[in-house]
Structure formats: structure tokens, C-alpha cells
């Protein structure tokens, strides 16, 4: 890397550092908390709704009413006591839920920020639902995990490309995959793509999500495996990598979930016993894709081959004509572009959260393990049976326990097969 180039950075990562202070110095002048929160059913925004607190003497603080996206903030001045009043009005079909109550009361101990939620039920929800057969509940939950099965893979390729050709295991990789789905929620609300124009705001985050991983390979992983350190300190690294990326996006994304305006609510579309709702249908379709793309690219391309022959011997690779470091800057490339995209088919089945990259990243190293670590068609198969085992094991046992499923078939087939699904077994002599 030239001194031009590494200039360059330097002033790149001291510009960034110092544009995280503004944050923490705009809270330190700040010396009111805030109650917010969300007028909504399920994922339905309620607006024009009248929101009051009032404090333990019955005086009013202050009343908002909720905004287009059903969203309001009240500044409190002080601690104390707080009840926080939904007036209303709630639009027709809209009411308070059987046992709730309209008024919250929130003790404040400290300066900060408090989220208030109430609980609301529409009915026109159907009170009477046909059941349907065994077998089709049964399908339908397989169906369901299968989704998510393929979404976990897509999500995991990169982990484990990028695990076979430098031995990193990065922690990171989860927020890398919660940062393609927060650059697509920010790129469809700031330039408008909804409805038909949301793939475009799909397609420029996948960009993104690629450069995000040129920046790290070039930026701080590369420099750093140049000079000489241990793949534990990089892991160290990527540990703390990923709470400066984590609570980055809580920082200039919030913590309020939110969900993609172009998808929010949408009705069970049947195909034969089959129901889900149309999006979800794109996703199992755009996902399975692109592994099959991916499958080609890896065993068709000069430059899977390159991947695949570093990951099996960088040495011999390179004294066979190969370049190890370009190979490996477009691995982090292309698994952080394939991270992103995973991100943003689990924002639209889920919601979009700055805490969405820590829930799923025991998922992502149970399916990059199960398949065997580094290479990729093991982690789409680690991915998939993973997805399978925890959503279909819900059909007998409480929702709660499906990941301690998916943990256990994780145990019981490493136990079998220590390698992984799709591992080699290593010599050692």
C-alpha cells in the first residue's frame, strides 16, 4: 500500500472517529429526558392520536399527538413519577386490550430516554378460525423454516469464505448483516423508494455492504495480517469492531424497530396447502438464487477458484500464480455484499433493529460449525438445517425453545460428525 493510500485512511479514520463525538457531546448538553413511543397494532401506525403525561401531583407535563408514522416524543424535565395518558381518539375497530389499561405509569430515576408502549387489539381480527389439518400446520411450519433456513446461509457465506482464506473468525459479521438492512430502511425513507422502486434501495445497499467489507479488509484487517498478528488478536479485533458497529447504528438509527414502509402488512397468499404472505415467497426465491448463483460462481469462475484454492492452501495457491491478497479482498467483498442482502430479507420478515445483527449471530456460527467451517456450501446447509430444525420443533414445543432445538441438533450431529456436515477431517502428523 503506498503512503498516498495509507494517508489517506489514516485522515479517512481520524475524520470518522472524530464525527462520533457530536453524538455524545450533543447528549451531554442535553439535560431533559424524553418519553416516546409508537401508536400502533402489531405493525399498523396509528396517527393523529392524543398522547398526555401528567406528573404525581396531576399536573400536566405536556400532550403530542402521534405523527403519520404513529411515532411521538415528550421532553420531561425533571424525575419523578409520570402517568403517560393515551386521550385518543382510536380510529373505529381500534381499542385498548381486554385487561390493559390506557395509562402507564413510569417511575423516572435519571436523565434519559424511556420508551412507552400501550396496548391496543383491532376487531376485526376473525374470532372464529377454521383449524387446519395436522399435516398442513406441519407443512406450513416446514415451509417456514425452510426460509429461514436459506436466509441463515445467505447470511452465513461470507463468514465462512472469509474464515477459510484467512483463518479470521469475525465477530463482526452479524453487524455486517444488520448494516445492510439499516442502509436499505435509510435509503428507502430518504430518497422515496417504495412500492416498485424498493429493489433499487436493495440493490445500492448490497454495494454498500460491499464496499463496507473492501474498507475492512483494506482498511484494518489487511494492515493488520501484514503485520504478523495472531488470528485470536484479530478475532479480539472484530469483537470490538462489532460494538462500535452495533451501538453506531443505535446511535444514528435508534432504538425504536422499524419496519420497511413497502412491506409492513400483508395477507396470506395460498399456493395448494401452502400460505405465506406474498413477500415472503420473493424471499425464499431470491434467496435460494442466489445460493445457486453463488454454487456457480464458486465452481465455474477463475476467481472462485482462486477461493476455494486459498482456502485449501494459501501457500501452494500462491506458488501456483495466484494473488492470496486480491483473492481475499474480494472474498470480504462479496461476503459482506451477500451479508447485507441477508440483512435485508430478514428486516422484511422480521423488523429492522440496531440489536437484529446480536440475535442472529449464534445462529450464523451454529450454521457455519454444523456445515463445517470454511467453506460455503457447508455453511448453506449448516444454514438450512438450522432453520428447519427451530421452526419446525415450534409445531410441538413453545415458540421460546426453538433455538435451544436448533442448538441441540447442532450438538448431536458434532457429535456424529466433528468436522461438520460437509467438513474435512484434518491430519495431523
Not at 472517529?17 to 416516546?36: H, I, Y
Not at 400502533?40 to 401531583?57: K, L
Not at 429461514?148 to 465477530?171: D, E, K, P, Q, R
Not at 501457500?315 to 474480494?330: K, P
Amino acid at each position: 500500500m503506498t503512503k498516498t493510500v495509507k494517508g489517506m485512511l489514516i485522515f479517512a479514520l481520524v475524520a470518522f472517529c472524530a464525527s462520533l463525538t457530536f453524538p455524545f457531546v450533543a447528549s451531554a448538553l442535553d439535560n431533559e429526558a424524553v418519553f416516546r413511543g409508537t401508536v400502533r397494532v402489531g405493525r399498523q401506525v396509528i396517527p393523529d392520536v392524543t398522547v398526555s403525561i401528567v406528573d404525581a401531583t396531576g399536573t400536566e407535563v405536556d400532550s403530542v399527538i402521534s405523527g403519520d408514522d404513529g411515532k411521538w416524543a415528550i421532553p420531561i424535565p425533571y424525575v419523578g413519577e409520570f402517568t403517560v395518558q393515551l386521550m385518543g381518539p382510536l380510529p373505529d375497530g381500534i381499542s385498548i386490550k381486554e385487561g390493559a389499561s390506557s395509562e402507564v405509569v413510569v417511575v423516572l430515576e435519571e436523565i434519559r430516554t424511556t420508551s412507552v408502549g400501550f396496548q391496543l387489539q383491532s376487531e376485526e381480527q376473525k374470532t372464529i378460525l377454521e383449524i387446519p389439518p395436522t399435516w398442513e400446520r406441519l407443512l406450513n411450519r416446514m415451509v417456514s423454516g425452510l426460509k429461514v433456513g436459506l436466509l441463515v446461509a445467505l447470511a452465513s457465506i461470507g463468514l465462512s469464505l472469509i474464515f477459510g482464506v484467512t483463518g479470521l473468525v469475525n465477530f463482526a459479521h452479524s453487524e455486517m448483516v444488520a448494516f445492510g438492512a439499516v442502509i436499505a430502511l435509510v435509503l428507502e425513507s430518504s430518497m422515496g423508494l417504495t412500492g416498485g422502486l424498493f429493489p433499487i434501495a436493495v440493490f445500492l445497499a448490497v454495494v454498500i455492504g460491499g464496499f463496507l467489507g473492501l474498507f475492512l479488509e483494506k482498511g484494518i484487517f489487511g494492515p493488520l495480517r501484514r503485520k504478523k498478528m495472531t488470528n485470536i488478536s484479530l478475532m479480539v479485533v472484530s469483537i470490538g469492531l462489532a460494538f462500535l458497529m452495533r451501538y453506531l447504528m443505535l446511535i444514528y438509527h435508534g432504538a425504536e424497530p422499524e419496519t420497511y414502509e413497502s412491506y409492513k402488512i400483508q395477507s396470506g397468499v395460498s399456493l395448494g396447502p401452502i400460505e405465506l404472505p406474498p413477500k415472503d415467497y420473493y424471499i425464499i426465491a431470491i434467496a435460494f438464487v442466489t445460493l445457486v448463483i453463488v454454487g456457480i460462481l464458486l465452481q465455474r469462475t477463475r476467481l472462485g477458484t482462486s477461493m476455494r484454492a486459498v482456502s485449501d492452501n494459501p501457500a501452494l495457491a500462491e506458488s501456483s500464480g495466484i494473488d492470496v491478497n486480491r483473492t481475499i479482498m474480494w472474498v470480504w467483498i462479496f461476503g459482506s455484499a451477500l451479508a447485507g442482502l441477508g440483512g435485508i430479507m430478514i428486516g422484511l420478515t422480521q423488523v429492522v433493529e440496531w440489536q437484529m445483527g446480536e440475535k442472529i449471530l449464534l445462529l450464523i456460527f451454529a450454521a457455519v460449525t454444523l456445515g463445517g467451517l470454511g467453506t460455503a456450501y457447508g455453511a448453506m446447509v449448516g444454514g438450512i438445517a438450522i432453520g428447519l430444525a427451530s421452526e419446525t420443533s415450534t409445531f410441538w414445543l413453545d415458540n421460546d425453545l426453538k433455538f435451544l432445538i436448533a442448538l441441540a441438533v447442532l450438538i448431536v450431529i458434532l457429535l456424529v460428525r466433528p468436522q461438520g456436515i460437509l467438513g474435512v477431517r484434518e491430519r495431523l502428523g
